[in-house]
Structure formats: C-alpha cells, structure tokens
C-alpha cells in the first residue's frame, strides 16, 4: 500500500519557527547571508627584527620583545564568561624576512602547580597548562592554522578549514617551539617559518588573530576574542594581527624521501606452506613532497607510500549486510580533508583508496593480498584571493594477485583479484561572506582491466561518476544556518558487474514484492541522485530547534569512491532544544532535546519512525551527566530478508545513561550504561567506561573496557529454495542470537622529551554468539516467523553432533550449518617515534595480531579477552625514518 505522509512534527517545528523569518517588520529575522560579521575590532601589532636577532630558548631575554606592544585584554570564557582572567598574560610578536617569532609570558598565582605533563605532538591538549595562536593569513573570516605549546614544550597545531575551532590536527608543519617554568608562572618562544604558512602576495598583510590559553587545573579558558557559549563562530570572530609588511610567499619545495624495513613472523606457521618461510623480509623506498604553487595553493604528493605506523582499527564482529565506517587514520589523507568533502555524507570515503580487493582464491594455502597497495597519490590545497577554495586528490593503487597452493597436484596457481585503479575528487568553493559558502565537487574511479576477457570485469563496475553541490548559509550574525545539498551519481560497467551492485546491500533490487526500480540483469550502467536540506537554529540562549530532510533515488550509487548503506529513502526529521548555559546554583548547563525521525523508500513503506530525547548536565563541578532514550516503531524493513520481501521490523525502546568526569582534569572516568528491549523479547545490556590517569609527568595510561550482552530477535541466517507460495517459493531464515562482547583498549605512552616518545596500543576481544529458535517468515511484511519444532506448525528440527540442524518443513528436508561462534583476538601496536630533526621521525614498530574462532556457543566470561594474548600469532617488526629536505 503506497501512503502520502507529512511529518507533522517536522511542519510544526518549521511552521512555528520559520513563519516568523518571512516576516519583514522591523526587528524580526531576515535570511540575508551577507549581514555583519561579529567579528572583533582589536587589533595586535607586530615589530620588524633583524635576522638571528632571536635565539630560540623560551627564555624571552633579548632586547627585541620589549619593542613589541604586548596583547594583555583577555577575557575568560570558562568558568565566567566575560571576566577577567585569574592570571595576566602577555603575548608579543615580532617578525624577520623569514618567520614569524611569538613570545608569550604566563603568569601564574602558583607556579609550582602549574599541570604540564609530557606527551606526543598534539596530545591531552585538556589537561595540559598551553597556549594556543591561531592566524587567519588569508584574512578571509573563515580558515585558520593553530599553533600552540604546552608549558612543557609539547607542540600542538591545527588547521581549520571552515569557521569552526575544532580543526585538523593531521596538520604538521615543520616549526619549533621552546618553553621555560619560572618563579612567575612560565614563558614561551614560537618560530613559524612563512614556509609553512599559505598568504597573499601584498606589501601590506593584515591576518587574522586569536590568543588562547587553557589552566587545567581552575578549569580557565582565557581568549584575546571570546565566542560566546550561545553562539558559532570560529575565524570570522577573530580581531587582526598588523605590522607585517615586505614579506613574501615562498616556494616552500619539501622532499621527504623514506626507508622502511620489515620482518613478519607467523608462530604457527605450518611447514608445508610455501607462502610462509619464517621470515618473509621486505624492503622498500618511498618519498613524500610538498611544494608550494605559487602564494596560495600547495601540492603535496607521496610515491609507494607507507602507513605502518599507523594504528589498527578496533577489533568487532559483525553479523548485519552493512560495513563498519572505520575513521580514516593514514595522515596523507587525512590532512586537508575537509577540503575534499561536502556536507552530504556520501560523496567521498578516501579509505576507498587501497581497499581490500574484491577478489577471492581458495586452496590448501593462500596468499591473499590484505590491502591494494597504493602507488602513488597527490593532493592540491589552497585558496585563492578572489575568495575560491580548492582541494583536488589523484590516486592510484595497483594490480594485486593471489596465489593458491594445492596439497593434491603440488601445483601454485596465481589469479588477479584487484585491476589498477584510478581515483580523483576535486573540489571548488566560493565564500560568500560571514562563513556562507557554495562548493562544487567531481569525483570518479576508472579501473584497467587487462582485456575484454577478465574475470575482473563481472566482479566490478569500470567507471564511477560522482557530481554534487552544496551552499551553506549562516544567517542574522550566524543564530541561524542553512545548508542544501545535491549529488548525482552514475555507474558503468559488464552486465554481471552491474547486477551485484544492483543486487547489493545498498539497493536490493532482486526484492521479489518490489514494483518499482526492478533488478534489471542486462543493464550496464545506472545513474541516480540525492538531495539534502537542513535548517537549524543554532544561536541563541534558550530555544534552538532544526529541520531536515534527505532524499536518495532506488539508482544512487557512490560505494566506488564512497559509503552507501542504503539508497531508496526520504528522510524528514526535526529537533527542538532548549538549554541554559549561564551558570546556576547546581548546573553549570544543561540542556533537553528532542527529536523524531522517519523514512518512506519510494514504494510508500516506512522504513523508520522514532522519537528520542537527550538530557545533558553540566554541574557546578564541570562532571557531566547525559541521559538519552529512543523509541522506534514497528515498520517494514527492506533489508532484513537482504534481497527478499518487506519484513515487519520489531518496535523498541533503548536508553543510556553516561557520567563524564571534566576532561581537564589529570585523571578522567566515563561510565556509559545502555539497555534496549523489543516486542519479539530481544534486549541488550551494556556498560562501557574509560580511566585515563598519569602516574607521572612522563607517563599517560588509559583504559576503556566493554562489555555487553545482548538478544537478537531477528538475526538473518540464510535463504533458501523450497519455501511457500506466500513467500515467492524461499524460505527466509532468521532465529534468535545470543551475544556476548567483551573487550578492553589499552593505551600506554612515555615522553622521554617532547620529540621522543613511546607509545602501546593493546586490545584483548572476545565475543561469542548461540543461535536458537530458527524459523522462517511467515509472510511478506509480517513480524512473524514459523518456528522449526514448535507445536503445531508441521515442522521438525534436529540438533546434530556438530551442531547443524536437520529440518523438515513441507518439501524436503534441508540441514542449516552451525552458526554458533566463539571469537577471541589480541591486537597490539607498539611504537617508538624519534623526531631526531626536525621535521625528520625515526620510527620502530612492533604489531601483534592473534586470534581464533570456534563453532561453539559457549559464552565468553570477563577473563577470555586476556586468553587472547597467548594465542599463536602474528608478529610484525618494522622501521622507518623519513628526512625532511627542504628546497629553498
């Protein structure tokens, strides 16, 4: 049945709250996005020095600082918003043909505790005693690079990329810093070359300017510029930084050629094995440059890069159609990321880029490659001064193989399993004042098959075509934003290839109830798009509220070159809060919001309907209590029976509590309790938590234990043949599931100096999962199933040895294998990290993965994670080091 259906909580919102803005008298809301800027008046100024005037030691003893006027008009934003600060402090600049030099003195009403722990670059910046610049080079109220020092010496640095303080901290360019702790508090001396920074060619520069400073332990937050809580905003509130003149942008030409050496060694490596000898030595060479192109824009390129640094993603069991969304982790790509994206989710995923192959062999013994290695890639970044930002990434992974050894012929087969591959995504945005935007964006993959013949050609799609838009406005002094987004996307390849897309869990096309958008076996390409629109109120003291609504055509495909779960869907949504943020006689904040969500696929069936509340309260003592719960109606899933009919999905409820100590502190506790229930009689319980403490100034530990068991009501098993009429002739097998998960993430670190440092990563798992009450649907959209054995349906179910069912249910009888599963794995990363010049690190890793799997129902207790760690394994020994060469 196909229903036209108005999200009545969404119209209310927008009617109540929109109504108003389309108003024209005086006083009320007008949606013009070029209105003023709030941004501050103040102005800094900065003092020409001679070159080597300045010898970098924190010590702020040359002559040259007391010619800077000092910056001394700070104001608190935490705890007191607009007071004065309980410490003074003084900020100066001066400048040479070559870097910009900041000297900063802090003062302190007792030294002796000021909280200056060790740690890596950019690290536990909340608990650390630091100052923070930011510059907006460009002047352009909307991009900024951070840079900052603990009072330790610790460097932190950040770009932001839109006008937000939450930056980039994948941005590292190559400064130094230096600091001293007196009997007055402490002092600090920056040095930022004008080669690590992106400018405009003018005799005159004008930047914009913000000073921070955090003091942990009174849980202060000083700016020269306060954001006020109610309100957004990030460098277009900044006041400016004058005085700088006759410099000019270079062309900043950074080599970073590198080594890397590795062993792996497997311990339970089986000697009829000829992939595996014990020692499987590898060597390689790589390089990574930066060069600037011209004042504004910067290329950077890396050739046969390598990221064994890089941490692995956390260890899980997924029994759902869809694949976890891991975070991006390798630095290449994560720098400048944000240039590369648009506000509609699923446009670009760059973890696409050296994805496992598609690809598959079998045999006694395989070789399969994990990953497709990455040849090459470059990206350029910048922004023009008529007002233009852009981001533009190229990459290509190459051809992988896998080997297949039989014990019976004695014979090793090799077979491709991934075709080179070609990726670019560009992007174009224009400012439009007071942060508003308007952006375009191309994206694609192109794969190279090795002729009409391939395999490869039914199992991938040749060519992917992203396109999209999106504008952003923020609106009267930014209380209010606005932000429309549109992508199409199109597809082409061999008919087979294009069949599994279509037949994916992304679309479902094959679904045998389905009267619109059918699985259609000839076809070699498809083509859809997507749209979405928000408008939010996010200024203001009490009242904010938002509207949405998202729409995916059944065709829109972007899985090349991003992430779809599923296509096929309107979304409408809404939220109202309302929230304090003046401080009272128990809260510090708090806030109450509520939301409703809900999906329609184009056929008419709601997919989603839910409605959520959540609660936070910040106390007096800056603790942090949140409080959520959700419930979800009955509707009809498309995806349950993945690629059969509708199916009936269980109402429920879920809710969670979570207790935050302040994250300023030296030692924070998070304890997050959760609980959901449905009308099948599935429920979850959960508890999660995190300690995070520093017995010493040198060491950091951590630890984040999970824990939970659960119910699944509907846990899709398999499809089969020889099922009803009702049921288009398949039987659509689901059961019951218990689960356990526990789980620990461990983090160690050392600081021997603040180039210098160590740094564990360890997670013992476990998880087990039992299947019972097997049955099949009943009936296209019902919630019921006919249960194997259950009285009075005609069916039998026999458990056998191996713990396989034997069923009979009309026809003939058919056997489900043992689903049951007992999971265990240990995964650790230990790495030394030696910035032995700099912008030149030195690394030594050594990566530990052990795991097992058994088809037993056993559930896992408290103490198998930990039986983990003396499994049989894989161990990994790695070094790297990189020089930084730069080209004047």
């Keep these: 049945m196909r229903r036209s259906v108005v999200p009545l909580f969404s119209m209310i919102a927008l009617g109540c709250f929109a109504a108003p803005l389309r108003s024209q008298e005086p006083g009320v809301v007008r949606l013009d996005p070029l209105e003023a800027t709030g941004a501050s008046d103040k102005q800094a100024r900065a003092v020409r020095i001679e070159h080597g005037t300045i010898s970098l030691d924190g010590a702020l003893n040359e002559a040259v600082w007391s010619t800077a006027p000092a910056v001394v008009d700070f104001r608190q934003k935490e705890p007191d918003e607009g007071a004065e600060p309980t410490s003074r402090m003084e900020v100066r600049f001066v400048y040479d043909d070559d870097a910009l030099y900041i000297g900063a003195r802090m003062y302190s009403q007792n030294p002796g505790a000021i909280q200056a722990p060790l740690g890596r670059r950019d690290q536990d910046s909340e608990i650390t005693e630091h100052i923070r610049i930011s510059l907006d080079t460009f002047h352009d109220r909307r991009t900024a690079y951070s840079f900052g020092v603990t009072a330790n010496g610790v ?17 590292n360019p190559v400064w130094e810093a230096k600091t001293r702790i007196d009997d007055q508090g402490w002092t600090a001396e920056l040095w930022i070359p004008y080669t690590q920074l992106r400018f405009n060619a003018v005799d005159d520069q004008v930047w914009g300017l913000n000073i921070s400073r955090v003091i942990p332990t009174l849980q202060e937050e000083v700016y020269w510029v306060v954001v006020p809580r109610t309100e957004r905003g990030w460098a277009s509130r900044f006041g400016e930084l004058r005085g700088i003149s006759a410099i000019s942008p270079t062309r900043r030409i950074e080599m970073l050629p590198f080594v890397v050496g590795s062993t792996t060694m497997n311990a339970n490596r ?32 890396t050739l046969n890069p390598d990221f064994g640094q890089v941490e692995a993603d956390p260890a899980e069991v997924n029994l759902t159609a869809f694949a976890t969304r891991f975070s991006e982790r390798r630095p290449f790509f994560t720098e400048g990321s944000d240039l590369l994206s648009i506000s509609h989710p699923n446009v670009f995923y760059s973890r696409r880029i050296g994805s496992p192959p598609a690809g598959r062999v079998s045999g006694d013994f395989v070789d399969q490659p994990i990953n497709s290695a990455v040849i090459g890639a470059a990206k350029i970044t910048g922004r023009l001064r008529n007002g233009y930002s852009i981001g533009v990434l190229t990459a290509v992974t190459g051809d992988e193989s896998a080997r297949a050894y039989s014990l019976e012929t004695g014979e090793i087969t090799e077979t491709r399993v991934q075709p080179y591959a070609g990726y670019g995504v560009a992007r174009i945005q224009k400012d439009l004042g007071n942060g508003s935007y308007a952006s375009v964006l191309l994206g694609g993959v192109r794969r190279q098959f090795s002729g009409d013949d391939d395999p490869m050609r039914d199992l ?7 396109y999209a838009g999106d504008t952003f406005f923020r609106l009267h002094n930014g209380q209010y934003e606005a932000t429309i987004a549109a992508v199409g996307s199109w597809i082409g390849g061999e008919a087979a290839a294009m069949r599994r897309v279509q037949m994916s869990s992304a679309h479902y096309m094959q679904r045998p109830d389905k009267d619109y958008a059918q699985l259609d076996p000839n076809r070699t390409s498809m083509s859809g798009f997507s749209t979405q629109a928000s408008f939010n109120r996010v200024g203001g003291r009490h009242w904010l509220f938002g509207t949405s609504i998202k729409i995916d055509t059944p065709a829109f495909e972007t899985n090349e070159i991003a992430q779809l779960n599923g296509a096929d869907g309107i979304q409408p949504g809404a939220n109202i809060t309302y929230r304090e943020t003046t401080p009272g006689k128990i809260f510090r904040s708090y806030s109450l919001r509520v939301s409703q969500g809900m999906e329609w696929n184009w056929g008419g069936d709601r997919q989603t309907l839910s409605t959520g509340s959540t609660l936070n309260l910040t106390w007096k003592n800056f603790w942090r209590t949140t409080v959520q719960s959700t419930r979800n109606f009955r509707t009809q899933s498309a995806t349950l029976t993945r690629g059969g009919p509708l199916m009936g999905s269980a109402a429920a409820w879920s809710g969670s509590l979570a207790i935050n100590s302040p994250s300023s502190s030296s030692r924070t ?10 009308e099948l009689g599935g429920w979850s319980r959960g508890i999660r938590g995190s300690l995070a403490f520093r017995p010493h100034p040198r060491w950091q530990l ?21 099922g009803r009429e009702e049921v288009y002739g398949s039987r659509y097998i689901f059961s019951y599931i218990n689960r356990t998960t526990i789980s620990t993430q461990v983090r160690a670190g050392f600081t021997v100096r603040p180039d210098l440092n160590f740094d564990l990563y360890m997670e013992p798992f476990a998880a087990s999962g039992r299947y019972f009450d097997y049955g099949e649907l009943s009936a296209p959209g019902s919630i019921d199933r006919v249960t194997y054995g259950a009285a009075g349906t005609g069916t039998t179910m026999v458990v056998n040895a191996d713990g396989s069912r034997e069923i009979t249910a009309g026809g003939d009888p058919f056997t489900i294998s043992n689903r049951d599963f007992n999971q265990k794995s240990y995964n650790s990363n230990a790495v030394l990290r030696w910035e032995w010049r700099p912008g030149s690190t030195m690394y030594l890793v050594w990566q530990q993965n052990r795991s097992a799997r058994d088809p037993i129902s056993n559930p896992v207790d408290l103490g198998d994670p930990f039986k983990a760690i003396t499994l049989p394994g894989t161990n990994i020994l790695l070094f790297k080091t990189s020089w930084w060469l730069p080209v004047r």
């Excluded at 932001?160 to 901290?169: K, M, V």
């Excluded at 000898?277 to 390689?284: A, S, T, V």
């Excluded at 991938?460 to 992203?466: G, K, P, R």
């Excluded at 951590?702 to 020889?722: E, W």
């Design 155 to 171: 460097r932190i640095d950040s770009y932001h990329g839109t006008d937000s303080e939450s930056g980039d901290s994948g941005f």
């Design 270 to 301: 089986d000697r009829a094995n000829p992939f595996d000898d014990g020692k499987n030595l590898l060597g390689r060479v790589g390089l990574d440059m930066k060069m600037g192109l011209g004042p504004n824009l910067t290329l950077d390129a």
């Design 460 to 466: 991938l799609v040749a060519n992917s075509l992203v």
């Design 669 to 678: 506790i998070s304890t997050t309790l959760s609980a959901s229930s449905d």
């Design 702 to 722: 951590s630890a984040s234990p999970n824990y939970s068991r659960a119910r699944d009501s509907q846990q899709y098993v398999t499809t089969l043949s020889g």
